[in-house]
């Protein structure tokens, strides 16, 4: 008969290959792990004579379980919450008898927002008021500069830039689709140069701009050093919000102080 340890010594590199799948994989796997493992017994009747669980006590209990082994399968903590909820929230909406075309449209909002932020781990947030006052400060005194924002939302840093700062030419590259039309829109009724590409940051040369702009989270920071260094020229700035980089000394630090504090990290190329 294997013993625990030859059963720890099997599972093992099945434990490896997990911890190499996207966070998002790792929490599927998870939850399906978890239902199994909280309904199996419930629909082979093993549960013991008089115990009778309710479909909702199954769903807490099916989080529980998704929470515990998610984060032991190395998610982070902050996906405990979110694995924990995820059926129990489920079973709630069942129960509300919502039309389902309303989850339709709720799920075509949401991927046309967040599109491919499974993959990036970069959602969609906004730099701050200061930030932008910031960032303007630090934009070349000197007309015609090229800038770009890569991942650009909602177009707001360069709205801002654009109002200030109209003698710039602006750049913006956005993978979400619905962020990018309402960019694009923004910046037709701007009065600044202003055009906006729908992308992946990944596919431009950056050696095309003055100013490169970054708001992303510190998932990329690394391979975006990369880019930098290869693609970017000497005399250029990249500057990321909030997101430092790893053995990369920034030139500055510009803090954009306010409630929603945030840090400017300056690279002169
Ligand atoms: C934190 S938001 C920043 C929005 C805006 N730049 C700002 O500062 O307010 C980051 C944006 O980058 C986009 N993004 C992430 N990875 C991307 C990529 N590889 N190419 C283009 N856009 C990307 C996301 O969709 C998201 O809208």
């Avoid at 909702?56 to 929470?67: D, F, S």
């Avoid at 701050?128 to 924002?149: H, Q, T, V």
């Avoid at 050696?207 to 000497?234: G, T």
């Amino acid at each position: 008969m294997a013993s625990n340890r030859d059963i720890r010594v099997h599972l093992w590199p099945l434990a490896v290959r997990l911890r190499a799948l996207p966070p998002i994989a790792l929490a599927a796997v998870a939850q399906l792990a978890a239902l199994l493992l909280v309904s199996l017994p419930w629909f082979l009747r093993l549960l013991p004579p008089g115990v009778a669980l309710s479909i909702p006590a199954l769903a807490l209990i099916e989080g529980g379980v998704a929470a515990a082994l998610g984060y032991r399968l190395g998610l982070a903590p902050w996906w405990v919450p979110i694995q924990a909820g995820f059926v129990p929230a489920l079973v709630a909406m069942l129960s509300l008898d919502i039309p389902p075309l309303w989850f339709l449209a709720g799920f075509t909002v949401l991927a046309l927002v967040y599109w491919t932020t499974f993959r990036t781990q970069v959602p969609l947030y906004f730099s701050s008021r200061n930030a932008r006052k910031r960032l303007c400060e630090l934009l070349p005194e000197s007309a015609g500069f090229s800038f770009i924002d890569l991942g650009c939302g909602l177009g707001g840093v360069l709205a801002h830039l654009g109002k200030r700062r109209s003698d710039g030419h602006y750049r913006g590259i956005e993978a979400a689709p619905l962020p990018c039309l309402i960019s694009w829109l923004r910046a037709r009724g701007g009065a600044a140069d202003c055009r906006i590409l729908w992308g992946s940051f990944w596919t431009l040369d950056l050696a095309d701009y003055d100013v490169v702009y970054a708001y992303l989270s510190p998932v990329p920071m690394s391979d975006l050093w990369h880019k930098i260094r290869a693609e970017m020229r000497p005399g250029s700035l990249f500057i990321s919000n909030s997101f430092d980089i790893a053995g990369a000394n920034p030139t500055s630090i510009v803090k954009a102080d306010g409630v929603q504090g945030s840090t400017l990290y300056v690279w002169r190329l």
